[in-house]
Nanobody
Framework: QVQLVESGGGLVQPGGSLRLSCATS????????MGWYRQAPGKERELVAA???????EYADSVKGRFTFSRDNVKNTGHLQMSSLKPEDTAVYYC????????????????WGQGTLVTVSS
């Protein structure tokens, strides 16, 4: 069974920084793409950053210049470095990955983590 686990969330003051991590486990053949999403209270889930299968990194306009998404293809982990945090960044952050497994290498599946809460408040 493939699993994604986010970590690194917590309470931080405005202007502070946090580093989120997305660890994967299971019988993974490859990870085609990975992304970070967030859902703020009372709002729909939105894309924060993504690394495509082609290696391109995309960011939401609201986080450009402040967030950096990196991926370790050897360890199959991802990291989201968040700086200059604002109260509006408060949300549950979810990791998502499109994965191929050894059992069904011809198929692609999407896996979600349980999320990690980021609270930006003084």
């Amino acid at each position: 069974q493939v699993q994604l686990v986010e970590s690194g969330g917590g309470l931080v003051q405005p202007g502070g920084s946090l580093r989120l991590s997305c660890a994967t486990s299971g019988n993974i053949l490859s990870i085609n793409s990975m992304g970070w999403y967030r859902q703020a209270p009372g709002k729909e889930r939105e894309l924060v950053a993504a690394i495509t299968s082609g290696g391109n990194t995309e960011y939401a306009d609201s986080v450009k210049g402040r967030f950096t998404f990196s991926r370790d293809n050897v360890k199959n982990t991802g990291h989201l470095q968040m700086s200059s945090l604002k109260p509006e960044d408060t949300a549950v952050y979810y990791c998502n990955a499109e994965i191929r497994t050894r059992e069904r290498p011809w198929a692609r599946i999407k896996v979600w983590g349980q999320g990690t809460l980021v609270t930006v408040s003084s």
